[in-house]
């Protein structure tokens, strides 16, 4: 009885390490996407519009000279935090995980911006190859993330949170939070820049609200076939199986 119980305690460690890998490919598709955005200079994704103002501001030397990676980590805990204020004592302590996919999200935007770095849309026509490409990859990477079946992501925890104190559908409370997060980065241009910059809050931004929506409707439809994968343990069920067979020859 004890080796069973110990086998599954591993067996549900190592598919929760197996979930999570599979969220982080999820997540390094998303940053990747939104690195292309940023990269188009026609207008950065809604989460990471108001990073990016904030580290522009930062190599201007208007703001702590911060990546947007970590600014986008700080946006996130911020968000975390919004989430207890709202929910108080129905927020439910695994919520604090978002803390930690919120720290490597950030941290993949960094990494993804590094990776990109050489790329130059020097042409309309190239922005809007890059803008396209980066609403495409980000709405698959959204749409894996939210199959993986983890918690949520803090852009939409906030709104869960919400959703469920106002009672208002969580669609609906969304595209608010996500107007709002627009409008904060509108209004961080104004304060640190005096204008607008339409490189980080332009047509691409648009865009991407309409855009990535359309795409992870699209794919979620059709990656069925991930839930196979997701369940999949590698290597340890072989070993199950093989003490498996085993126990029976040891009774005898």
């Known amino acids: 009885m004890n080796i069973a119980v110990g086998i599954l305690r591993k067996e549900r460690i190592l598919s929760f390490l197996w ?3 599979l969220l982080l490919l999820s997540l390094d598709l998303m940053t990747a996407g939104v690195a292309l955005c940023v990269k188009s200079c026609l207008g950065s994704s809604v989460i990471s519009s108001l990073p990016l103002v904030c580290s522009l501001a930062g190599e201007a030397s208007l703001a702590p000279a911060l990546t947007i990676g ?4 700080i946006m996130n805990f911020v968000l975390v935090f919004c989430q207890i204020l709202v929910l108080r004592r129905r927020f439910e302590p695994v919520q604090l995980f978002q803390l930690v996919i919120g720290f490597f999200f ?5 990494l993804n911006m590094a990776l990109f770095a050489s790329l130059e849309c020097d042409t309309l026509y190239s922005q809007i190859a890059a803008q396209f490409t980066g609403c495409t990859v980000m709405g698959v990477g959204i749409a894996f993330e939210v199959r993986c079946g983890s918690v949520a992501m803090p852009g939409e925890g906030i709104s869960i949170a919400l959703s469920k104190v ?3 559908p969580f669609a609906k409370v969304k595209i608010c939070v996500d107007t709002l997060l627009v409008v904060l980065a509108i209004v961080a241009c104004y304060y640190f820049f005096g204008a607008w910059l339409w490189n980080v809050i332009g047509p691409g931004t648009l865009f991407a609200m309409v855009y990535v ?3 992870v409707k699209f794919v ?3 990656i069925g076939w991930f839930d196979s994968v997701l369940a999949y343990v590698p290597g340890f069920r072989r070993y199950i199986f093989g003490l498996a067979r085993m126990l029976p020859r040891r009774n005898r």
């Open 213 to 215: 929506g359309l795409i």
């Open 70 to 73: 970590d600014y986008t980590i």
């Open 19 to 21: 979930q999570h890998i």
């Open 220 to 222: 979620t439809c059709r």
């Open 166 to 168: 106002t009672g208002q």
């Open 106 to 110: 950030g941290w993949l935007i960094d």
